[in-house]
Each structure stands twice: as structure tokens, then as C-alpha cells.
């Protein structure tokens, strides 16, 4: 089931196309979930509450991966004191120098070491509780799209609670989909633009462009926690959003949509290291 939006959006509802015979659910294919950080301690914490609440049978298909983003209090060392959930399929890597807002090369980082077809990107301050994370490995997901995700917000500011769109870092997408477009484009990274953000727009505009769909899941929520809960994010730290750091990437990328600066897929332009595994092989 599932009704248009526009031209390249639909509302869909799980199970999605789950009248292709053979069709598995993201169960049976396996999950993995990446998240970038970046001196985020609280929302680490936050993080490891929503996993110790995951049953058993959800945690063994999942991989997570989390990807420090140059902190200065590096991520691994804040993991290590901390009581993980048993079976919990963790991988930490750490990218050696802060290039200053490289989301982009550290979810390429993520999702170049997931080990599963499926892959979901969210920031650090959004998880998926048990409900919905077990309604969402129900879905039947269609190689021909992406999906999205409405929110749900944790905040004591009335002001914040009503916005439920569906947020823009939190995208559920095959790998062969990321290959096909070349990955987030690092020229968005501060150490080449100068700039900040943008390039989670620029990489679903360059899924739409090859032909593939969006689908807003109806029904399961991610949670987002507010920075009245979960402190200050990056931007609030650091300014950007009230600088000309924010405007510079918004130009980017719409010299990019003009085609008057190519999109860029060489990826990993920097040093990076694996730091932490709950497998034992590792």
C-alpha cells in the first residue's frame, strides 16, 4: 500500500512491496546502522540505553557502526568505560584528524565497512527504540528506493515537540545504491569547502537524479533527542548555522545542482583507523 507525494516521493507502509515473491525483510537480509560522532558523550549514553533495551533476535541482525569524527575525547575511550549489552555487533573507527564537519567522509567511512546490503545513517542524536526498530526490520525493502523516516521528538520545549517530518540525515538505502551514486561528496567537509553542511541534501538529490524513489515510512518514528536533553549538537557548538560556514555549503551545493562544480566521489581523502570491535576477531 502506499499513496504519491510528488513525482519521487511516496507515503509507504510496511510491509513494503511484499507482493514480490521471495522478497525478504530486512530480518532476514541483516541491518547495518551507522552513526557519526563527534565529542557527543551524552549521546553516546543515550545510544547504549536504547540498545540494552533491544532483544536478543534484533541485536544478531544488526551491525553498528559508529564513526569519531576527529573528537578530541576520543570516542573508543569513553566506549571502553562503559557496560555494553551482550550481543551487540559494535565496530568504532576513528578518523586520525578534525577536518572540521566531515560527516560526509565519516558516513562514507561507515558504510564502506558495513557488511550488509541494507544500511541505515542517522546522527548521533537519533535511535530507533525496540518498537520501532522492530516494526522497521520488518519492511520488504525495494532496491529501486531509499526511505526516510518521521520523528519524534524528545524535548521539554513545547515549541519543538509538533515537528514530525521525516529527518534529513536519516535515510535508509542499499550499498549498491550508495555505489551508484559515488557516496556523500567530501568537498562538502569543512578542511575543502570551508563550509558546513549541505551534503546530505546533495546525496538525495543524486539518488532522485539516477531514478530511484523515496519512500517515507508511515508509521514507525525515529526518536531525535533536542539539545535541551542531550546538550548543544556541532552546530550550536561551534557557530555554524549563525556564520557564513552554512551559507558557503548551501552555495556549493547549488553550484553543484548547476553542474558548474562535478560532484566529487573520491572518498576516504583522509587517515582512519578501526579502534574498538565487541567481535572477538577483530
Known amino acids: 500500500m502506499s499513496h504519491i507525494i510528488n513525482r519521487n516521493t511516496i507515503h509507504v507502509f510496511i510491509p513494503h512491496l511484499s507482493e514480490k515473491m521471495g522478497q525478504q525483510t530486512l530480518f532476514e537480509q541483516k541491518l547495518t546502522i551507522v552513526h557519526p560522532f563527534y565529542n557527543d558523550e551524552t549521546r553516546l549514553i543515550k545510544q547504549v540505553e536504547a540498545w540494552s533495551e533491544y532483544e536478543t533476535h534484533i541485536k544478531k541482525a544488526i551491525q553498528f557502526i559508529l564513526v569519531d569524527d576527529g573528537s578530541q575525547n576520543p570516542l573508543h575511550k569513553q566506549i571502553e568505560k562503559i557496560e555494553l549489552p551482550p550481543d551487540l555487533n559494535l565496530d ?3 578518523i586520525d584528524e578534525d577536518l572540521k564537519w566531515n560527516t560526509p567522509g565519516a558516513l562514507n567511512l561507515g558504510i564502506e565497512k558495513a ?7 542517522m546522527d548521533s542524536d537519533c535511535l530507533l527504540d ?7 526490520m520488518k519492511l520488504r525493502p525495494d532496491l529501486g528506493f531509499m526511505y526516510r523516516f518521521n520523528r519524534q521528538r524528545i524535548t521539554n520545549l513545547e515549541s519543538l515537540k509538533g515537528h514530525e517530518r521525516f529527518l534529513g540525515c536519516t535515510i535508509l538505502f542499499s550499498k549498491a545504491t550508495f555505489l551508484d551514486v559515488g557516496g556523500f561528496d567530501e568537498d562538502f567537509t569543512g578542511k ?5 553542511g549541505f551534503f546530505d541534501n546533495e546525496f538525495v538529490q543524486s ?6 524513489m523515496q519512500g517515507v515510512l508511515q508509521g ?6 533536542m539539545e535541551d536533553i ?5 552546530q550550536q557548538r561551534t557557530g555554524v548555522r549563525a556564520s557564513t560556514h552554512h551559507r558557503i555549503n548551501k552555495i556549493l551545493w547549488g553550484e553543484k545542482k548547476k553542474g558548474k ?14 579502534v574498538f570491535s565487541t567481535k572477538e576477531d577483530s
Do not use: A, H, M
Request: a positive charge.
Open 115 to 121: 557488511t550488509t546490503d541494507w544500511i541505515l545513517i
Open 92 to 94: 568504532v573507527y576513528r
Open 130 to 136: 525496540n518498537s520501532n526498530l522492530r516494526w522497521i
Open 261 to 274: 562544480i562535478p560532484r566529487v566521489t573520491k572518498r576516504l581523502r583522509f587517515e582512519w583507523e578501526k
Open 192 to 196: 575543502w569547502s570551508g563550509g558546513y
Open 207 to 212: 539518488v532522485l537524479e539516477k531514478g530511484y
Open 230 to 234: 542531550v546538550g548543544p549538537n556541532v
Open 220 to 225: 514507525p518514528k525515529v526518536t531525535e533527542y
